[in-house]
């Protein structure tokens, strides 16, 4: 595969530079480091999110350290964070699973008196997806090795008492070092104006565009077939061209403050989006007789697809103990491969706290993704998770839950189910400002 960047390398070398160039006049000034690690044994009753009764779904335990060092620089006109982190999972039987992964983030906030505000964000990023991540576009993927590099840079500004404007542009590179999918890059540019109607009220309207380019591909695999001079052994090699998905979206919002501590959003929007990919095609080669036949994978897709996407966010103290978060929305996808997914979402989370130490709760989920065309498989994705959380000491934070996620594909030919059960108790230790240099 040819790779947007020169090597595999270049999205994180990248972003480690600009960390380094955005931070670097404060380097002489005052910093504090603060380390911390987190540990955790989970058991997970489908490893590899299998479907039901398949032979391969197995359950193991696994474990997994979570060592990162945030160093920090405050003023009163700046901000400066930088965090690295690698976390390390160990699985009792499936070593094949094991992992080691890492990134490095760097974020700076740079204030001019009252009224602007600029920020930018560079992180760099080596890691996997795991089986049974639900993607964006509403579908199932198995573990690769991927590199992620990124850049986004914000500036906030007020006019006058009431009007605000925000803008925003991001950068992010993805290469996948074995070629198992695509390397992508993706350019983003967000606007915002906020309008206060009174203490309690906002509205306004916001946009955003997004470009997402996705390099072509050879792959090469053997088969056995009967083709040609007869049965034989042949190599099948696909040609994946390179493809754009192009999305510009705009939207209404309405932000009320119900008091101190409670909010509640509404915001309704319409996305377009554009999608180009070249026809798919692949090479059969037998080695027996040297017969070479071409076969069309995948039609050319040049295609405009237009969908609405709504949000409604509650966030509200029921008591002073008892928290309560809600959202419901609506969202719009699109893919290389010309299938558009709708996906109907609903979030919420009921926080109780026991003491000062002490607090328990619980966690729901749900997605509903229609996905056209006709061809395209429509599923849901369900999630449960109770969590108790105890402060052991100032700095020593304690956390056991339960997680439970079922996934269906409603497939014409027979739905299948996923589900996995996975418990966890989980240890974090904070050595907050152990450095600091004044």
């Known amino acids: 595969m040819s790779s947007l960047c020169p090597d595999n390398r270049t999205p994180v070398l990248v972003a ?16 504090s480091v603060s380390p911390a690690v987190t540990m955790s044994v989970e058991h997970d009753s489908n490893i590899r999110f299998e479907r039901d009764g398949a032979a391969s779904s197995q359950a193991d335990w696994l474990t997994r350290v979570t060592p990162r060092v945030t160093a920090r620089r405050a003023t009163p006109a700046s901000r ?32 001019w008196g009252e009224t602007q505000k600029m920020e930018l964000a560079v992180s760099a990023r080596q890691d996997s997806t795991l089986e049974g991540e639900l993607t964006g576009s509403g579908t199932l993927t198995r573990r690769v090795d991927r590199q992620v590099g990124g850049v986004e840079v914000g500036l906030e500004r007020a ?20 070629d198992d999918f695509n390397d992508q890059a993706a350019s983003t540019l967000g606007l915002e104006v906020a309008r206060r109607l009174n203490p309690r009220d906002q509205v306004g309207v916001s946009g955003r565009y997004r470009h997402t380019s996705y390099d072509g591909s050879t792959g090469t695999s053997e088969g056995f077939g009967s083709f040609g001079a007869g049965p034989g052994i042949y190599t099948l090699t696909d040609h994946r061209e390179d493809a754009t998905i192009r999305t510009t979206a705009a939207s209404l919002f309405w932000r009320r403050r119900l008091s101190e501590r409670d909010r509640l959003t509404a915001s309704l929007g319409v996305e377009h989006t554009g999608t180009e990919r070249p026809a798919t095609r692949q090479d059969r080669l037998a080695w027996a ?23 409604l966010g509650l966030e509200k103290y029921l008591s002073e103990r008892l928290s309560l978060s809600l959202s419901v929305g609506r969202k719009h996808f699109a893919t290389v491969d010309a299938i558009t997914t709708e996906r109907l979402y609903g979030r919420g989370s009921l926080g109780y706290r026991l003491s000062e130490r002490a607090e328990t709760g619980l966690a729901l989920a749900y997605d509903w993704n229609d ?13 449960l998770q109770p969590f108790y959380r105890w ?11 339960l997680t439970h996620t079922f996934y269906r594909e409603d497939d014409p030919t027979g739905d299948d189910d996923m589900d996995r059960t996975r418990i966890w108790l989980q240890a974090e230790v904070l050595w907050p400002e152990l450095w600091r240099n004044r």
């Open 16 to 31: 480690g530079l600009a960390v380094c160039l955005a931070t670097a006049p404060a380097w002489a000034a005052d910093w």
């Open 80 to 111: 400066v964070q930088l965090q690295v982190q690698v976390e390390g999972e160990k699985y009792a039987r499936h070593h094949d699973l094991d992992d080691l992964t890492g990134s490095a983030t760097a974020a700076v906030t740079t204030r």
């Open 159 to 178: 006019v006058g008492e009431k009007t605000s404007f925000a803008a925003n542009a991001g950068l992010t590179l993805v290469a996948y070092p074995d």
């Open 289 to 311: 007789d040297g017969t070479r036949t071409r076969v069309l994978l995948d039609d050319a897709v040049d295609q405009t697809d237009t969908g609405l996407f709504f949000e």
């Open 371 to 383: 996905a056209v065309p006709d061809r395209a498989v429509d599923s849901s994705f369900a999630s």
């Open 391 to 401: 402060r052991w000491s100032q700095d020593t934070v304690l956390r056991a839950g």
